[in-house]
């Protein structure tokens, strides 16, 4: 589904990712750990497209596309989602009219028909109870005066109503007790499919007891420095980051 | 530059002159010659720094001898905000259309009539409030709309009347007006205890070059309590200047709207005196322009009395290589103790080529009071353009979203829901181009707000 190969990006002219290769089929959960700074939002935030990134050397090719040439909202139609680290406040616009239309882009990038408001409400019913949100958030601006945890929330309701094939969970763990982070992981649980893959940022290994990866990958100064099964999170645990990073330089 | 005028003004009088009582006449001659000695103002003018007026000081303009234009009722359809029931008062190309408006579904103790009516039916409602209120000793385009004005509206509101129903008061240009200089002047007169909503339009249906200098003045009773919008949607080659000034004396309210979207060079000036104590001002307002467009809002707001309030807010959103400017001016006297002041200034630009002047400005010579005031100056955040198409929203529809989000709140206090959401549909419209867009991601890497 996805393949990354020696990816190099770097923001300002300053190298961040330094030659990531990464593969992930579908049906597979990969875990993304690393220190602060190693460049794992990078690595996110290019292939969701974010235009202060600059791709430097490299091809990540998407159910066979060539990702790096399509435009954000064109990955995004194509079924990529990115759960933002910090998910942006705008305010003015409500959640509703926004997930609203999200969804019907999607649907007219797939060739379905745009669904009214009224069904529309339907729709967000029972996306809403999966991560335990009241609809009265929707009337309220997108992330506008969110709490962190809602802000979470909020990016996991957006991929619950979009469906994505292809989804990114940048630290959507960060900042969360322990009860909203059983509410993200069994939203995220709850939307796997045989047909769809997730990747998994995350900086502690705590998530991993949740959403149970397939394969972790450790990156460390813009690279992959170790890849293994989800064991290999536990061990980092226990011998913290410097165990893989000190084996790195 | 004034000459012109000052020979359709002898024609003008010689014609009849639009007629009035006694003590019209000479009202009339001290505002042309008030308008001949101040001309036209110019850049050294305090009031007009950033704006220059030169391309209407150096045009032609003429008055309509009678009244003319091939306006058909379907032609207002698209401005009337589905209200066609709503009392409408249409003037075509600056003279009155009775065959157009419709007022006979008043409220009891609600007057809407034409000047000329008025002359005769309230001359004493006009001789009491009619350029007592907008003087014109330091204005001279309110001189030149005294000297001349003839058309125009007025409502008249009784004492404890809540007439709901706005009244709409619908100017339109029609296409052959090339030319043509209007001074519409409108008085509008709500007594004590009462409530009105009233709506000024200025709309054209095609592309003339005209000129349209408005005059509106507003007495309020005590206690009385007016909604007034005015929706500015001339040709993109017309010229307005607009004046509203306003008397507020103890407990009144009035709600302002100014929606400034039209002609190449526009400024209005909003000018309120609360002049009793617990009076209160709401005074909001949006401008969008683009290409080589100009608009200019200046208000004023004169606390007087102690214990009033005043709460501005106005948004501009700039494109192309349009120029904006907004002076917000608050005097505080000595004796407004108490006064509560809120001002804010929040712009919007979406090209490297706009520009915006915002100068708010605050005198205080009160101790005693809580005054704000605020600017900004920003461009479309990247980020939040990025978080949108990254959920599958495509640039163009990103761009108009997060421009409307920006207008969204000052909107939102349009009290009547049938404005509201018209001006909502325009806002979301106004900037649908993408060659302006392609500009603005890139001028917008470095997005964020910045504080002036
Ligand atoms: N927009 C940016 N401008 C400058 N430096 C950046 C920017 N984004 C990230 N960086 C730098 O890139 C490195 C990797 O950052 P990031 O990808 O956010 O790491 P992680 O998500 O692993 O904590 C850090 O050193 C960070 O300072
Ligand atoms: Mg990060």
């Known amino acids: ?249 | 530059m004034t000459q012109p005028y000052l020979a359709d003004f002898e024609t003008f009088s010689s014609n009849g002159g639009g007629a009035g009582p006694d003590w019209l006449p000479p009202v009339r001659r001290a505002a042309l010659a008030r308008f001949a000695a101040l001309g036209f103002p110019t850049p050294r003018n305090e009031d007009w720094h950033f704006t220059s007026v030169a391309a209407i000081a150096e045009s032609e303009f003429h008055p309509l001898p009678v009244s003319s234009g091939d306006v058909k009722p379907e032609d207002l359809a698209p401005f009337l905000f589905g209200r066609g029931d709503w009392p409408t008062f249409v003037f075509v190309n600056g003279r009155y259309a009775p065959e157009l408006s419709a007022a006979d579904n008043l409220p009891l103790g609600v007057r809407v009539m034409h000047l000329a009516r008025a002359w005769r039916d309230a001359p004493d409602v006009l001789e009491r409030h009619l350029s007592k209120i907008a003087t014109f000793d330091e204005h001279s385009f309110t001189a030149l709309n005294t000297a001349f004005m003839s058309d125009g509206t007025l409502v008249h509101v009784a004492k404890d009347v809540q007439a709901d129903a706005p009244i709409h008061i619908l100017h339109v240009v029609d296409p052959i007006a090339a030319r043509v200089v209007m001074h519409p002047r409108h008085l509008l007169v709500v007594d004590r205890q009462a409530s009105a909503r009233v709506i000024e339009s200025y709309v054209s249906l095609g592309n003339a070059r005209y000129f349209t200098n408005a005059v509106t003045e507003i007495a309020l009773g005590e206690g009385a309590h007016l909604a007034h919008y005015k929706i500015q949607r001339e040709s993109q080659r017309a010229f307005h200047v607009g004046t509203t000034e306003v008397r507020q004396p103890r407990d009144s309210k009035y709600a302002s709207f100014s929606f400034a979207t039209g002609a190449a060079l526009s400024r209005t000036n909003i000018y309120t005196t609360l002049e009793g104590e617990g009076a209160e001002v709401w005074m909001n307002g949006l401008y969008m322009v683009d290409g080589e467009q100009h608009v200019d809002h200046q208000t004023r707001i004169e606390h007087a009395a102690p214990n009033c309030a005043s709460h501005e807010v106005y948004k501009g959103i700039l494109g192309g290589a349009s120029h904006g400017v907004f002076n917000g001016k608050v005097f505080v006297r000595p004796i407004a103790q108490k006064t509560d002041g809120k001002q804010e200034n929040n712009n919007l630009l979406l090209s490297d080529k706009a520009r915006i002047d915002t100068k708010p400005q605050l005198e205080i010579f009160a101790d005693d009071v809580k005054c704000t005031h605020g600017a900004t100056v920003g461009k479309l955040d990247a980020l939040s353009l990025f978080y949108m198409k990254s959920r599958g929203l495509p640039a163009e529809v990103a761009r108009r979203l997060l421009i409307y989000a920006f207008a969204a709140d000052v909107l939102e206090r349009l009290e009547v829901a049938e404005v509201r959401d018209a001006l909502e549909d325009l806002t979301l419209a106004r900037f649908t181009r993408m060659d302006e867009g392609a500009e603005t991601a890139e001028s917008a890497e470095s997005a964020g707000a910045i504080r002036v």
């Open chain 1, 1 to 249: 589904m996805l393949e990354i190969r020696n990816l190099h990006a770097s923001v300002d002219g300053n190298a961040i990712l330094k030659g990531i290769d990464l593969e992930v089929k579908a049906g597979e959960v990969h875990a993304v750990m690393g220190p602060n700074g190693s460049g794992k939002s990078t690595l996110a935030q290019v292939l969701a497209g974010h235009p202060a990134y600059e791709v430097t050397a490299g091809e990540v090719y998407y159910q066979g596309r060539d990702l790096l040439a399509m435009e954000p909202e064109e990955r995004a139609q194509a079924g990529v989602f990115l759960a933002f680290q910090y998910p942006v406040e705008i305010p003015g616009v409500s959640n509703a009219y926004f997930l609203r239309s999200a969804y019907n882009e999607l649907r007219k990038a797939r060739g379905q028909e745009e669904v009214d408001p009224l069904d529309f409400l339907q729709v967000m019913e029972d996306r809403l109870k999966l991560v335990d949100m009241e609809d009265t958030m929707l009337n309220r601006s997108v992330n506008a005066g969110f709490s962190g945890g809602e802000k979470k929330r909020n990016e996991i309701l957006q991929m619950a109503v979009l469906q994505p094939t292809l989804a990114i969970l940048d630290e959507t763990d960060s900042g969360l007790d322990i009860d909203a982070l059983r509410v993200v992981a069994h939203g995220v649980n709850q939307l796997k499919r045989p047909d769809n893959a997730t990747i998994v940022v995350t900086h502690y290994q705590r998530l991993l007891n949740y959403i149970v990866p397939d394969r972790v990958h450790v990156l460390a100064g813009g690279r992959i420095v170790k890849s293994g099964g989800k064991d290999l999170a536990l061990e980092l645990e226990a011998k913290g980051y410097d165990w893989v990073t000190g084996a790195a330089a």
